[in-house]
Structures are given as structure tokens and as C-alpha cells.
């Protein structure tokens, strides 16, 4: 297993196609009240962490930005973005409903839907590319760091910090209006 700075990492508060359990991928849709309200409670949570030292990095996209904006803007003057931590791409399913798509198969939803829809999407990431995504981009941290992402892509990273691999994607957990903190390999859900 590597060895990866100190990392706090967050997904982004309910948005309007989650709660129409839409596949998102590269599009976007803003928060819901919920939404932001799960983005607070991140904020509270991160209140008692003293942030200084970390780089705090954002996914590009909009639900990610606007989290991380919400949650962090007590502690810090400075969020960058970087399109590594974008959510998985999910190509021609793309704002399709995850319950249309899972017809006749055994697909088991959870916190971020089945995740068989993301690995099997028409024109989608895959697992494979996604994985290596990731790796690039934890490889290229220096620092301890506050990443606000999306579902599939937090378990990702999640995954190859605690030495798990795509194989452990559904071990992970998942959900919004948490924080997940990773040091020496080891995953704590901050509630």
C-alpha cells in the first residue's frame, strides 16, 4: 500500500437528479435545500479540525464547487479545482433514471445507486480508467488535503488509500452530509 498525505474527503450535498436517482456523470444539477443543508452539516463537522496546513481541492463541477464553497468557507480562503476528482463519466446514460436502466437485471442500488450502472455505462469511464484517474491523482499530492468530490469517485479514492482497489468499490460506503478521514491506510466516517 502507498503512502498518502492525511486526507479529509467529501461528497457533494443532494442535488435535484439525485433525488430523481439520476444518473449525473459529466452533467450537472444544482443542489437541493437538503443538499445544501447536507453541505452545512459537513461544514460543522470540519468546524473542529484545524485545516492551516491542508490544500483543499474541489471537482470542477458545479454540485462539487457549490459544496465545497458551503462547507469549507468558514475555514479556508482558497479552494482549487482539479478535473481529476470530476465523477465518473457515464457516457450515453447520462441523465437517464437508474431505475429505467437497472430493468431486468439484479442490480443492487445503494447510497450512490448500483454500481454496475457506472461500470457498464455505453461510452462511460469504466472502473479501470477511473481507477487510474485516481491513482494519478493521490500520487500527485504532497500535503494533507480536503477533497470535495462526487459518489463513485470519493469510493474510488477511498479504495486505493485503505489498499482495497476498484475491487473494494462496494465496501466503501457511501452517502452525503459526511466527512470520510483516511490516515495510514485507515478510513473513519465523520458524522
Same mark, same amino acid.
Given at each position: ?24 456523470? %459529466? #452533467?450537472? *444539477? =444544482?443542489?437541493?435545500? $437538503?443538499?445544501?443543508?447536507? +453541505?452545512?452539516?459537513? !461544514?460543522?463537522?470540519? /468546524? ?7 490544500? %483543499? #481541492?474541489? *471537482? =470542477?463541477?458545479?454540485? $462539487?464547487?457549490?459544496?465545497? +464553497?458551503?462547507?469549507? !468557507?468558514?475555514?479556508? /480562503? ?15 446514460? $447520462? ?97
Amino acid at each position: 500500500m502507498a503512502d498518502f498525505p492525511e486526507l479529509y474527503i467529501l461528497r457533494h450535498g443532494e442535488t435535484f437528479w439525485n433525488a430523481e436517482a439520476r444518473m449525473q456523470g %459529466v #452533467l450537472n *444539477s =444544482p443542489l437541493t435545500d $437538503a443538499g445544501k443543508a447536507q +453541505a452545512a452539516r459537513q !461544514a460543522e463537522i470540519l /468546524s473542529a479540525i484545524d485545516l492551516a496546513e491542508f490544500d %483543499v #481541492l474541489s *471537482s =470542477p463541477q458545479g454540485r $462539487a464547487f457549490e459544496t465545497a +464553497a458551503i462547507a469549507l !468557507a468558514r475555514q479556508v /480562503s482558497h479552494v482549487r479545482t482539479d478535473d481529476r476528482l470530476r465523477e465518473i463519466g457515464v457516457g450515453a446514460w $447520462a441523465g437517464a433514471l437508474r431505475s429505467t436502466l437497472a430493468q431486468g437485471h439484479d442490480y443492487v442500488d445503494g447510497p450512490d445507486g448500483a454500481l454496475e450502472l457506472y461500470e457498464h455505462a455505453p461510452e462511460g469511464e469504466g472502473f479501470v480508467a477511473l481507477e487510474q484517474r485516481c491513482a494519478e491523482f493521490l500520487a500527485s499530492l504532497t500535503r494533507p488535503s480536503v477533497l470535495v468530490t462526487h459518489g463513485i469517485t470519493s469510493r474510488m479514492l477511498r479504495a486505493i488509500v485503505t489498499g482495497r482497489g476498484r475491487s473494494g468499490l462496494p465496501d466503501m460506503g457511501g452517502g452525503q452530509g459526511v466527512v470520510y478521514h483516511l490516515l495510514n491506510g485507515v478510513q473513519k466516517r465523520l458524522e
